[in-house]
């Protein structure tokens, strides 16, 4: 399986970006039964957990982005996104997708940059 995130850029504080998690290779009935998770992490750092969804639709959030995060996917087409709202410079970091537990799937990451 293959995991690709799109959608980080360069955005001023205050504003919102989607990022898109779209998978390939992975069978729609296991796609269906993974944990989709977003991390992100910046230099020097750990990866840090941000938001999860199950396969049954249970979300969790970290503390930093309760509210203004929201997790959500899309089994037909096996995908998941995370929707970011009031984005905060702490917000800078690289953020990855993962798929089924941090053992099976993971993106490259895609960039996101909060600055004035």
């Known amino acids: 399986g293959r995991v690709v995130e799109s959608g980080g850029g360069l955005v001023q504080p205050g504003e919102s970006l989607r990022l898109s998690c779209r998978t390939s290779?992975?069978?729609?009935?296991?796609?269906?039964?993974?944990?989709t998770d977003w991390y992100r992490q910046t230099p020097g750092n750990q990866r840090e957990l941000v938001a999860s969804?199950?396969?049954?639709?249970?979300?969790y959030y970290s503390d930093s982005v309760k509210g203004r995060y929201t997790i959500t996917r899309d089994n037909a087409k096996r995908a998941a996104y995370l929707e970011m709202n009031n984005l905060k410079p702490e917000d800078t970091a690289v953020y990855y997708c993962?798929?089924?537990?941090?053992?099976?799937?993971w993106g490259q990451g895609t960039q996101v940059t909060v600055s004035a």
């Open positions: 993962n798929v089924g537990g941090e053992g099976r799937y």
């Open positions: 290779g992975i069978i729609l009935s296991a796609f269906r039964s993974y944990a």
């Open positions: 969804m199950t396969s049954a639709g249970t979300t």
